[in-house]
């Protein structure tokens, strides 16, 4: 376990990152967790059948005269799976950063790692640690569109800060994540914008089945920031 001053430290300290080692590096982890990453999607998706089974009814039920969702007393229920649905996709990425260094160690990996967060000793930080994010892009979206476009590159950081560092509290998490993000703000948000027009593309080209391969590799570059300027101890994802 490492103190909120060692971290900070280590990102002060962050040396500079070459685009072409950072998207090669990329490549190499996400060759060894290409399959744990179908199947995060595999598990995202059958959890979101209820909510899709629901916009099937609702819709139907619209097409004959009935009152619209938004008027109706089925609003508060939707609203809430949605949001329930949001929370559980979190946790799940949680636990996928988790399976992203087991796999990187050359570990073995079980499908239950991806539930790692839903214990009931981790779930309530999990869930304040995902309030708080979401807290985070309210306040930016009351001050502005331009925040907005800010805030997102720091709040990427967040999922590997809390996973390896789960000893630091809310705060240290996100004043960690805004530091990291601050400092690599051009580079996570070039990659990551060719990484989301070339995975639009690929999808496109596949049908929408490209999402299901390589929708993870968008997790990539983050976790290779965090590993290049943080790195790991033998302690963490234990």
């Not at 070459?18 to 982890?29: I, K, M, P």
């Amino acid at each position: 376990m490492r103190s909120f001053d060692t971290i900070s430290k280590k990102i002060s300290e962050a040396p500079s990152i070459d685009f072409g080692d950072l998207f090669n590096e990329s490549v190499a982890v996400f060759k060894k967790v290409w399959l744990q990453g179908f199947l995060l999607q595999l598990i995202t998706i059958a959890l979101s059948l209820p909510l899709l089974f629901f916009n099937f009814i609702n819709f139907s039920d619209f097409s004959n005269n009935s009152v619209p969702l938004q008027f109706g007393t089925a609003a508060v229920f939707y609203y809430g799976l949605s949001i329930v649905l949001a929370i559980v996709s979190s946790f799940l990425t949680f636990g996928f950063f988790r399976v992203i260094r087991q796999m990187d160690k050359g570990e073995d990996f079980k499908t239950v790692d991806f539930f790692y967060f839903f214990n009931t000793e981790r779930i309530k930080k999990a869930l304040l640690v995902v309030l708080a994010n979401v807290a985070v892009v309210i306040l930016a979206l009351l001050l502005c569109v331009f925040p907005v476009f800010y805030v997102v590159i720091p709040l990427m950081f967040v999922t590997p800060i809390f996973v390896y560092n789960p000893e630091l509290s809310i705060s240290e998490v996100l004043k960690s994540s805004f530091a990291l993000g601050h400092k690599k703000w051009g580079i996570t948000f070039l990659i990551s914008l060719l990484n989301i027009i070339a995975l639009y593309v690929l999808i496109l080209l596949t049908c929408g089945l490209g999402s299901l391969f390589f929708g993870c590799f968008l997790q990539m570059p983050i976790y290779v920031l965090y590993k290049k300027i943080i790195s790991f101890d033998n302690s963490q994802t234990q």
